[in-house]
C-alpha cells in the first residue's frame, strides 16, 4: 500500500503525467469467480481510501485472467464471460461517469487457432517412443517457457484408437524442447499431422526465429 501511495503522490505532483485510473493484474487461467470478486472489494477499498484524500479515478482496468479449457477445447471453446462479467458488474462500485475496462484476450482468441506440424521422426527406445515434429519452441514456446501443457492430437489418425505413448517433440537442439510427455496418441507414423491445441493466444505472438527457424505460416479459414 505504502508503494502505490508514493506513486500516486508522485503522478499528482508531476506536471507530466495525468493520473486517469488504476490497473490491476491477479493472476491468469482463473477459473472460478471468487477471485474477481475478491478483485472487486479490494477495488472499492482503495477507491474509498483515495477519494477521502480528494483523488478521483476516471477507471479501473481489471485485467485479464480469465482461463480457457486447455484439456478440451472442444468441449469447451468458450469460457464462462457471463459469469466472469456479473462478478464484475455486480460487485464493482462504480461512480457516474468512470469506466472499467477489462483485457480478455486469451480468453477470446487461444481456442481460434491450433499449431499444425508435421511428424519428420518416430523414434522407439528401450523404456520411451518419441514423436519428432517440424515445429518446435521456437514456434510455440509456451511449454519450454514456464511447463504449460497444449492438448495435442494426430488429426492424421482421426477416430483411430489412442493405444501408443509417446513423448512430443521438437526438432530444436535444446531439452527444452518438449510439448508432452506420455501422451496417449494412436499409432503415429512419420508424415502424420499433430495438431496443437489452443494456440490462439500465444502461438504466433510469441513465436521467433531461433536458431534460424523461419516463422510458422498463418492459415485463416
Not at 86 to 111: K, Y
Not at 190 to 208: N, V
Request: net charge negative; hydrophobic share 40%.
Amino acid at each position: 500500500m505504502r508503494v502505490l501511495e508514493e506513486a500516486i503522490k508522485k503522478v499528482k505532483a508531476s506536471k507530466c503525467l495525468d493520473l486517469g485510473g488504476l490497473h490491476f493484474h491477479i493472476g491468469s487461467q482463473i477459473t472460478i469467480s471468487e477471485p474477481f470478486k475478491i478483485l472487486c472489494e479490494r477495488i472499492n477499498e482503495l477507491q474509498s481510501k483515495f477519494r477521502l484524500e480528494g483523488i478521483e479515478f476516471r477507471f479501473f482496468n481489471v485485467g485479464g485472467g480469465l482461463g480457457i479449457d486447455y484439456e478440451n477445447p472442444d468441449e469447451n471453446p468458450i469460457p464462462d464471460f457471463t459469469s466472469y462479467f456479473n462478478t464484475i458488474l455486480s460487485n464493482l462500485h462504480l461512480e457516474e461517469g468512470q469506466e472499467v475496462h477489462c483485457e480478455l484476450g486469451r480468453a477470446i482468441v487461444a481456442q481460434c487457432g491450433s499449431l499444425i506440424s508435421k511428424v519428420v521422426l518416430v523414434k522407439n527406445g528401450l523404456e520411451k517412443n518419441f514423436v519428432i515434429i517440424d515445429a518446435g519452441m521456437s514456434d510455440l514456446i509456451r511449454p519450454a517457457l514456464y511447463g504449460a501443457h497444449h492438448k495435442i492430437e494426430n488429426i492424421s489418425a482421426e477416430g483411430k484408437q489412442a493405444d501408443a505413448v509417446y513423448d512430443v517433440v521438437g526438432p530444436v537442439c535444446e531439452s527444452s524442447d518438449v510439448f508432452g510427455k506420455e501422451e496417449l496418441l494412436p499409432s503415429t507414423k512419420r508424415g502424420d499431422l499433430i495438431a496443437l491445441r489452443s494456440a490462439g493466444a500465444y502461438g504466433a505472438a510469441m513465436a521467433s526465429q531461433y536458431n534460424m527457424r523461419d516463422l510458422p505460416g498463418c492459415i485463416i479459414s
